[in-house]
Structure formats: C-alpha cells, structure tokens
C-alpha cells in the first residue's frame, strides 16, 4: 500500500514538472507514522487508564520511538518504489 501511495504522489509530482521527487516520495511514506503516533495519542487519552509521570513518560517515549521507526521504514520502502517508477518511466522515454 504505501508503494502504491508513492508512486502516485511520485507520478503526480513528475506530471506537475517538478523533478523534486525524492523527499516528497519518503515523506509520503513516512506519514504514516504521524498516524500511528496520533493514534497511540488517542488511545492513551480515551482507551487506558494510565496516569503519573512515569507511565506516561514510557508510553510516550516508546510509541515515539516505534512511530519513527515505522516512518523510516515505511519511507525507506517508498522512496525505493518510487526510484524503481521513475526508473522505468524515463527508460522507456525517446528522445528525438
């Protein structure tokens, strides 16, 4: 899914002439992360009980670092689809 996602940013992107595909195709990988950590947020307020410094300190600090995680991940994956896409688009582009 987030292949696919990119690659439609990234031919959307290119369709617009603007050959700055590179961050855009990571970071529209990488959002998702902004979901999971906002998603950990409202679980944390309306699904746990928790409270005190200390829960909240670990919870926060360890759905940081798994949102982070995923986003790099998640952006790393995209940004090679994306690579491969325009790889094979201006391969197959003539030039006269």
Do not use: P
């Not at 982070?68 to 994306?82: E, Q, S």
Request: glycine share 8%.
């Amino acid at each position: 899914v987030v292949g696919m996602t990119t690659v439609i940013v990234a031919y959307f992107t290119l369709n617009a002439e603007n050959y700055l595909w590179q961050w855009t195709s990571f970071f529209s990988g990488a959002s998702t992360a902004a979901y999971v950590f906002l998603y950990g947020t409202y679980y944390f307020l309306f699904k746990t009980s928790m409270n005190g410094f200390l829960q909240t300190s670990f919870y926060f600090g360890y759905t940081l670092l798994i949102a982070l995680n995923l986003g790099a991940l998640c952006g790393t994956v995209g940004h090679f689809t994306a690579s491969k896409f325009v790889r094979i688009i201006f391969r197959n582009v003539k030039v006269d």
